[in-house]
DNA sequence: ATGGTGGACCTTCCA
């Protein structure tokens, strides 16, 4: 079974961009980004022709998160079931595919050090180990998919120089997304290749970053310790990338990974 | 040079 998942930033923007990446890379599971569509415009007509069930968690221009299944799709929750406040903005959705329960996570950026909106996204990921304690056993087959706004290590920074005092590095950061690992998850991507700086998932539109190779990896696939056990392979898709150069790219690239769930999940994406 | 681009939107916010 493939996962994916892709910070689209705009649906709507980038929709002839995602019908393309879905038929050239079959992923059975996909999770999206930054639809910033609200739910009656989201395209699920286009998706369910493509054969996928879709769910969506839309608030019209900005955020939205998104889930595309060609094994099933159910038990759909938005937002955090924590038993604190709905959150202001539509940053996550779940439901189970093919057997794995399956979380689109569009995390606040922070913005800046000691903004509020930094102390939100804190708060936010800290909401996100709640959820997980409160409604999930870390026995389960899970993964959580998403744009992170954060970068694990400084191997997964182009220049730890440029990111003094800057977010998406620092400690607290770090601490929250340690937190979220700590409750059983790992970053697929760093456990397939634990060492291979330099392969970064969001490049800046500005200053030729892409074609500079100066980007972050903070687009990441977190598995529970069942799931991560029939891991095949991981992808960070930077040469995806490069062919819609002058195509509206999104500033983020594909991710994926692959699991070998066996023969049921294998049959029922074949079929579609 | 504090630059650059791209997406949302009502002229500015967000990444």
Redesign the pocket.
Known sequence: MRIASW?V??????MPRVEEWLERMQPDVVCIQ?T?LANDAFPAADFEAMGYETAHHGQ????GVAILSKVGLGDVVVDFADGGDPDVDARVIWATCGGVRVCSVYV????EVDHD?YRYKLDWLARLRSHLDQNHDPKEPLAILG?F?IAPEDADVWDTKAFVGKTHVTKPERDALDAIKGWGLTDTFRHVYPDNPGLFS?Y?????RFHKRQGIRIDLILASESLLATVQGALVDRNGRKAWD?H????HVPIYADFDLGSFADLLSRDG
């Open positions: 910070n930033n705009s649906l709507n923007a980038r930054e910033k019209g221009q900005w955020n606040p950026n922070g913005r909106h744009d706004n969001y800046d539109y500005t200053a030729g002058g509206k790219p999104s500033d």
